[in-house]
């Protein structure tokens, strides 16, 4: 794979060309840039398959390379940083990352991730509207679903729930649903904060969207499902349902 590193810390750079070299000899580096006009310039012209993009640059960020971009059909992996606070936001966009400093592990199974997607369109447009409009919209945000063809953008509080399907997750609103590529438990971690809550261990709701609660153990949604309480979630889920009302 064709690699291009945008890093302006030069010993951040070789650090990771030297774990590249080390972890897969066929990924050949293109070239690296340490500012933003360098990095769009150096991007537009080699059309690697891979940017290692980091967050803060000389003269900008990492987004204003993505703003400055022609057609790009590779991979964006940000290299950040910043506090786990902060990476929601990227998991919330659908941007990949890897924190720094950099772990060679991480590193391979980032590669090993994007060999798999490279052939696959990334609207990255779309996916950098979603991170901005998130930055000064706190009471509607909007996150990316990705499915197996295509990346949906749609606003947090129209979902009613999601459910588990093994390694994946189905995302239920009123009038269809999204089976998405990455299990209940990354979804709860990303959601808990934005008024979902784990009733059973195949089940998130949001709350905004519960019409009733079943004395027998069940909460029923507005789309008139019916959802589990386990044993195990019904105290944490009527602690939390009293705190609402």
């Given at each position: 794979m064709n690699v291009?590193?945008?890093?302006?810390?030069?010993?951040?750079?070789?650090?990771?060309?030297?774990?590249?070299?080390l972890i897969d000899v066929s990924t050949k580096i293109l070239g690296t840039a340490q500012n933003v006009s360098d990095?769009?310039?150096l991007i537009n012209k080699t059309?690697?398959?891979?940017?290692?993009?980091?967050?803060?640059?000389?003269?900008?960020?990492?987004?204003?390379?993505?703003?400055?971009?022609?057609?790009?059909?590779?991979?964006?992996?940000?290299?950040?940083?910043?506090?786990?606070?902060?990476?929601?936001?990227?998991?919330?966009?659908?941007?990949?990352?890897?924190l720094k400093p950099i772990n060679p592990s991480e590193l391979l199974?980032?590669?090993?991730?994007?060999?798999?997607?490279?052939?696959?369109?990334?609207?990255?447009?779309?996916?950098?509207?979603?991170?901005e409009y998130n930055k000064g919209n706190e009471i509607n945000p909007k996150i990316v679903l990705k499915t197996l063809n295509h990346q949906n953008v749609v606003e947090i509080e129209?979902?009613?729930?999601?459910e588990s399907e093994g390694a994946y997750t189905n995302f239920h609103f009123k009038n269809k649903k999204l089976l998405?590529?990455?299990n209940l438990k990354y979804y709860d971690e990303l959601l808990s904060e934005h008024g979902f809550i784990r009733t059973h261990q195949s089940h998130l709701v949001n709350i905004k969207h519960v019409q009733r609660i079943h004395s027998n153990g069940f909460l029923e949604m507005k789309d008139k499902t019916k959802i589990p309480i386990s044993s195990r979630k019904k105290a944490s889920v009527n602690k939390f349902l009293k705190h609402l009302i």
């Open positions: 291009v590193i945008i890093e302006d810390e030069i010993n951040a750079q070789e650090a990771l060309i030297g774990m590249l070299s990095g769009i310039a059309k690697p398959d891979i940017v290692f993009l980091d967050i803060q640059l000389r003269n900008g960020t990492g987004f204003d390379v993505l703003e400055g971009l022609d057609v790009f059909l590779g991979k964006v992996i940000f290299t950040t940083a910043y506090e786990n606070y902060a990476i929601k936001a990227f998991k919330i966009s659908a941007f990949d990352y890897i199974e980032s590669l090993k991730q994007a060999e798999k997607e490279i052939l696959k369109e990334t609207k990255y447009s779309e996916m950098l509207k979603v991170l129209t979902i009613i729930r999601c998405t590529s990455k």
